[in-house]
C-alpha cells in the first residue's frame, strides 16, 4: 500500500474523515459522587466443580471473592468442608485465562497447528451466525444433522428436544455408564449413595474415589475406617484407597468380573447370601444359581491372578458380616474401563442385593430428591416427538438402554462422523477432545463437521476447531438451586447465589434460548429467569426460605429402604428381564476383555485421576499445577531394571493408537505386568496458560471404538462402554 | 504502597502545559486500548491523531500507513485490527501475549487481583466511581486507567492559574498513581505488546505507552 506523506496525511485526518469523536468518559461516573466502601457480602452456592455438589459460603468484598468455606448446613455433601478442587473455585473466578468475549473464528483452516486467528463479536452476532448455520442445516438436512456433544442437564435437554434431534452424544460412555445402565436394568434406579459409615466390610474393585478426593466418599470411607470396618480393595496397582485398606490384591487387570462370579459362585453355594432379602425383594434366585456353577474360585484364580482361597475367604466373609458393601462408582472396573466392564457393574449389583445391603443402611443406595417440575412443565411446551427416531451413531439400535439414559456417544463419535454421509453441524457444551480417548482420530472427525460451536470457560483444544465460541458463566456466576443427587439419603436443596460476573459471559439457559431465537424456533426461546422462581414454589421454597436456612433446605425426613423397586417385577431382577429384552445378557456372564497382552504389546496400561483434577477444569491452576505438574509412567521395579531405567528418565509409552513420551516413576505398588499414568495433562491448546505444555494426555495412547466393535459387543457391553484401558502398550527407554 | 511524591524517581509533578499535551494523547491511547467493534472506532483514531503525532514523530509512519490502509480497503483494515486486538489481549493461539490488566502484571497473572482493588482505590481517592459498562473488563483495565489518567491530567490543565486549590492535588494523585501502580506494569505490557503487535495502532499504542513511561 502506498505511504502518504506527512501532509497528506494530516489533510485527511483534519477533514479527509467523517467527523468520528473519541469517547467522553467511558467508565467512571461524571459526578464526583465518594464512594462509600463495599463491605464484605456473604453468599451460598452449591460447588459444581463435580457432582457432589457440596454446599460452599463465600464472601465478596468489591467484586472479588475474599472468602470460601464448606457449609455446614449441607450435611448430606460439605458437612463443613470442602475437597481441593471445591477451595480452588475463586481462583478459578479470576483466572485471567477464562474466555471473556464470544469470539469468531477468520482461518477457516483447522488443525493443530492452525491458528484460528480469533476476532471479538458481540453476543448478538454470535446468536445470528449460530442461528444462521444451525437454521440452514436444519431446513435442509433435517433436525438430526445437529449433532448435541452435551450432558443430559435441563438446559441441555431443552435444546435437544426443541431442536428434535436425536443425536446428543455424551462423555458417560467413557466414564460411570454401565453403573447406571446396570444399577437401573437390575434395580430400577441408579446407585448414588454410599453408606460407608455403617458397613462393617467393604470390597472394592478399582474404586479409588478417595484417591480422587471426592468429597462425600472420602469421608464417608474414613469414617468406616474409624468405626473399624475391614475393607478390601482389588486392584492392580496400590491406589490411595488400597493404601488404607486392610487388604490390597493386586489382580490382573480386566478381570474383576472373573472374581466377582467367584464371590457369586461361594456366597450361593455356600447359602451365605442374605435370604430374607433375597427371599422378599428379588427373582431369579433359581436361575442365577446354575448359571454360576461354573463360576468356581478355581476357575477365578487362573484367569485374575488371585489365589482361589483368598477369593473364598473374601467371599465368606463379606457373605456372613453385616452390613457388607461394594464400593464402586466412576472410572472403577464396572465403569467402562474394559469392554468386560458391563458384565463386571452387573455383577456388582447382584452381589449386593445378594448380601442385603442394597437400599439399605451400611449399603448403597437410591437417591431420594424432590419433584422439580421440568422447562416442559414450567413453560407449557411441546416438544416434537424423537422418540424412536434412528440416531446417526445407532441405526441399527444397538445399546437402546444406554440411549435412552442420554449418557453415552463419546465411545464411537469420532468412527460414526468419519463413516457419516450427510452434512453436520455440532454444538459442545464444556466438553473437549481431551474428554475423548484416542484424541487424534477424533480431531480428524471434527474437520468433517461444517461447522462447530462451542460453549465453554476457557478456549480449550476443542475450541482450536470451533468456528464460534460462547463463553459460559462460571458456575459460581450463575444463580438459582440444586437439588442434591449425590448421598440424597434424603431431599435436600442447596440456594445458589451467583457472585458478580467479571466478563462478557452469559448462563447456559441464556445461551441455550439465544440460540433458539436465532434460530427461529420461538415457540420454545424462553426466558430463563423465569425457572428457579416456578421450581422453587412448586417444591413450598423460594431463595428466602433457603437463605434463612442457611442456603439448604434439609427435609429431614428419615431414611425409608425401598419396599417396591422400580422394575418390571417390582423386585430386584437376578434374572434381568430389562437387559433380556434389549437384547443384553440378562446374568452377568464372563467374557474375555478386547485385548491381552501380546509380544508386540506386553504390558496392559491403567490410568489414575488427581485429587485436583476434575475433567480439566482445574488445569489452569497454577497452585493445583504445582502440587503435580507432570504425569508419570507409574513401573515396577523389575520393569525398570528390564529397561535399564531410574525414576525421572524419559520412557516412550506406545499402543495401537498412538504414542506419548513420559518420566518414570519406579514403584512397587504396581503389578509387573502394569504400567499406570494419571490423567489430566498434555494441554496444547494453549489457551490455558498454566496448564500448557505439561505432560502428555494420556488419552492419545487409549482406544475409541467402532461402530462395527459395538455390534460385536452387543451381548456383553448394554452400556457402550468405550473400555478406555482395554488395550495393551509397550515401554521403551526414551 | 503509596509513594510519596518527594520521594519518587525521577518523574516530574504534572504541570499544565504537560497536562495539556497529555489529555489528548491519554485520550486516543484510551481508544486504541479498547476493542475495534465499528469503522466510527478506527475513523476516531485517525481523525484525533495529530496531537500524539506532534508529541510522538516515530508514530507518524504508523499513521501513514494505517491511513493508506484504511482508504485502500476499510474493512479488510478494520478486521485485521479486530484479529489482531484479540490475539494480542484477549484469546489466542499460543497463548495471549499481553493481556491490558494490571494485576496480570503485578499480582501473579490473576485477573481482578490487588491490582484491580488498588486502581479502584485510586479512582475513589478522586472521588470517581468506576462504572462498568461496555467495555466489560475489570477497573484495572489499560483503558480504564488511561481514562484515569487523562481525567487528572485534564483537571490539572483546566484549573484557573489562581483559583482555589484542590482539597487533593490532581498532580499529587497523578505521581502517586503513575509510581505506585501505572508505571510499575505499563512497560513491560508495552514492551510485549511492541514485539508481538502486527497492526499499526498497536504498534503505535506500545509506542505511545513506552513514551508516556519513559519521558519522565
Known amino acids: ?734 | 504502597m503509596r509513594h510519596d511524591g518527594a520521594h519518587h524517581q525521577g518523574l516530574r509533578p504534572l504541570d499544565k502545559e504537560k497536562a495539556a499535551v497529555l489529555a489528548p494523547v491519554l485520550s486516543w491511547a484510551k481508544t486504541a486500548a479498547r476493542y475495534p467493534k465499528t469503522a466510527d472506532h478506527m475513523e476516531a483514531l485517525l481523525e484525533h491523531s495529530e496531537p500524539l503525532v506532534h508529541w510522538l514523530p516515530q508514530s507518524l509512519p504508523l499513521f501513514q500507513d494505517l491511513l493508506a490502509g484504511w482508504i485502500e480497503a476499510p474493512e479488510a483494515t478494520l478486521e485485521a485490527h479486530q484479529v489482531d486486538y484479540t490475539r494480542l489481549f484477549v484469546a489466542r493461539w499460543g497463548g495471549v501475549p499481553a493481556p491490558l490488566y494490571a494485576s496480570w502484571y503485578l499480582d501473579q497473572e490473576t485477573f481482578c487481583g490487588d491490582g484491580a482493588e488498588a486502581s479502584v482505590g485510586f479512582y475513589e481517592r478522586w472521588g470517581l466511581v468506576w462504572r462498568e459498562t461496555t467495555l466489560k473488563e475489570p477497573p484495572d483495565h489499560l483503558a480504564v486507567e488511561l481514562e484515569f489518567l487523562e481525567i487528572l491530567s485534564r483537571a490539572v490543565s483546566e484549573a484557573p492559574a489562581d483559583g482555589a486549590q484542590e482539597r487533593l492535588s490532581p498532580s499529587a494523585l497523578w505521581l502517586d498513581f503513575r509510581l505506585s501502580h501505572f508505571d510499575r506494569w505499563v512497560p513491560r505490557c508495552a514492551e510485549i505488546m511492541g514485539r508481538h503487535a502486527a497492526q499499526p495502532v498497536y504498534k503505535i499504542l506500545a509506542l505511545s505507552l513506552t513514551q508516556l513511561c519513559e519521558e519522565d
Open chain 1, 1 to 734: 500500500m502506498a505511504r502518504l506523506s506527512r501532509r497528506e496525511f494530516l489533510q485527511w485526518t483534519t477533514g479527509g474523515l467523517a467527523a468520528a469523536a473519541l469517547s467522553d468518559w467511558i467508565f467512571f461516573k461524571k459526578a464526583l459522587e465518594a464512594q462509600s466502601e463495599e463491605g464484605p457480602k456473604l453468599f451460598y452456592h452449591a460447588c459444581h466443580i463435580c457432582d457432589c455438589t457440596c454446599g460452599m459460603i463465600y464472601q465478596v468484598k468489591n467484586g472479588r471473592i475474599v472468602e470460601m468455606r464448606g457449609n455446614p448446613a449441607d450435611k448430606l455433601g460439605a458437612a463443613g468442608k470442602l475437597c481441593v478442587k471445591g477451595y480452588s473455585t475463586p481462583r478459578l473466578y479470576h483466572d485471567p485465562c477464562r474466555l471473556s468475549h464470544p469470539l469468531r473464528r477468520t482461518n477457516p483452516r483447522k488443525g493443530r497447528d492452525e491458528d484460528p486467528a480469533w476476532k471479538i463479536i458481540t453476543w448478538d452476532e454470535a446468536f445470528a451466525l449460530v442461528g444462521e448455520q444451525f437454521r440452514r442445516v436444519y431446513d435442509r438436512h433435517g433436525p438430526d444433522a445437529i449433532l448435541l456433544f452435551a450432558r443430559a442437564r435441563p438446559w441441555d435437554s431443552h435444546l435437544q428436544y426443541a431442536i428434535g434431534t436425536p443425536n446428543q452424544l455424551c462423555h458417560v460412555d467413557t466414564c460411570y455408564i454401565n453403573h447406571e445402565i446396570a444399577g437401573k436394568a437390575v434395580s430400577g434406579d441408579r446407585i448414588w449413595g454410599w453408606d460407608f459409615s455403617h458397613a462393617k466390610y467393604i470390597v472394592g474393585f478399582g474404586y479409588d474415589q478417595v484417591g480422587k478426593s471426592k468429597n462425600i466418599h472420602q469421608r464417608e470411607f474414613m469414617e468406616a475406617r474409624r468405626n473399624g470396618a475391614k475393607i478390601v480393595i482389588f486392584d492392580p496397582r496400590l491406589s490411595e484407597t488400597a493404601q488404607k485398606a486392610d487388604l490390597w490384591i493386586p489382580i490382573r487387570p480386566g478381570t474383576d468380573l472373573a472374581a466377582l462370579l467367584a464371590m457369586i459362585h461361594v456366597i450361593l453355594n455356600e447359602g451365605l447370601y442374605d435370604k430374607d432379602f433375597v427371599e422378599k425383594y428379588t427373582v431369579g434366585l433359581d436361575k442365577l444359581k446354575p448359571h454360576v456353577a461354573k463360576y468356581t474360585p478355581q476357575w477365578a484364580q487362573k484367569i485374575c491372578d488371585v489365589p482361589a482361597q483368598t477369593l473364598v475367604q473374601i467371599a465368606r466373609e463379606f457373605g456372613s458380616t453385616k452390613p457388607a458393601t461394594l464400593a464402586y462408582h466412576k472410572r472403577d472396573a464396572g465403569g467402562p474401563v474394559f469392554m468386560n466392564s458391563f458384565q463386571t457393574a452387573h455383577a456388582m449389583v447382584i452381589l449386593q442385593a445378594l448380601v442385603g445391603s442394597l437400599d439399605r443402611p451400611g449399603g448403597l443406595y437410591f437417591s431420594r430428591t424432590p419433584k422439580v417440575p421440568s422447562i416442559k412443565d414450567v413453560y407449557k411446551l411441546s416438544y416434537p416427538d424423537i422418540e424412536g427416531k434412528p440416531r446417526f451413531d445407532d441405526p441399527e439400535n444397538i445399546t437402546p438402554l444406554a440411549f435412552k439414559a442420554k449418557k453415552a456417544g463419546f465411545s464411537t463419535a469420532a468412527d460414526a462422523i468419519l463413516n457419516d454421509s450427510k452434512p453436520r453441524v455440532a454444538l459442545f457444551h464444556s466438553y473437549n477432545t481431551t474428554s475423548f480417548s484416542n484424541p487424534q482420530r477424533f480431531e480428524q472427525a471434527l474437520k468433517k463437521l461444517n461447522f462447530i460451536v462451542n460453549v465453554d470457560m476457557y478456549l480449550t483444544e476443542l475450541g482450536m476447531y470451533a468456528d464460534v465460541i460462547l463463553p459460559e458463566n462460571l458456575w459460581i456466576e450463575n444463580s438459582g438451586f440444586t437439588v442434591r443427587s449425590y448421598q440424597a439419603e434424603r431431599p435436600q436443596v442447596l440456594l445458589d447465589e451467583g457472585a458478580p460476573k467479571l466478563r462478557d459471559t452469559k448462563s447456559y439457559g441464556e445461551i441455550v434460548n439465544g440460540i433458539l431465537a436465532a434460530m427461529k424456533l420461538y415457540d420454545y426461546a424462553v426466558d430463563p429467569k423465569k425457572l428457579t422462581g416456578a421450581q422453587l414454589a412448586a417444591m413450598g421454597l423460594d431463595k428466602d426460605k433457603l437463605r434463612q436456612a442457611g442456603g439448604v433446605f434439609d427435609s429431614g425426613e428419615p431414611f425409608k429402604p425401598t419396599e417396591q423397586f422400580k422394575t418390571p417385577s417390582g423386585k430386584v431382577e437376578l434374572y434381568s428381564t430389562v437387559l433380556e429384552k434389549a437384547g443384553h445378557a440378562p446374568m452377568p456372564e464372563w467374557v474375555e476383555p478386547a485385548s491381552k497382552p501380546t509380544p508386540e504389546y506386553p504390558y496392559y496400561i491403567v490410568t489414575h485421576h488427581l485429587p485436583w483434577m476434575r475433567m480439566l477444569k482445574n488445569a489452569n491452576d497454577p497452585i493445583l499445577k504445582d502440587l503435580q505438574c507432570e504425569n508419570k509412567a507409574h513401573i515396577h521395579p523389575s520393569v525398570a531394571t528390564k529397561l535399564g531405567v531410574k525414576d525421572k528418565d524419559f520412557v516412550w509409552l506406545e499402543s495401537p493408537v498412538g504414542r506419548i513420551k513420559l518420566k518414570v516413576a519406579v514403584t512397587e505398588g504396581i503389578r509387573p505386568d502394569t504400567i499406570m499414568t494419571e490423567h489430566g495433562f498434555g494441554i496444547w491448546a494453549k489457551g490455558r496458560c498454566q496448564g500448557f505444555g505439561w505432560g502428555q494426555n494420556e488419552g492419545e495412547i487409549l482406544p475409541d471404538r467402532t461402530l462395527a466393535e459395538m455390534k460385536q459387543w452387543k451381548r456383553h457391553a448394554a452400556g457402550r462402554g468405550v473400555g478406555i484401558c482395554d488395550t495393551t502398550v509397550r515401554i521403551t527407554k526414551a
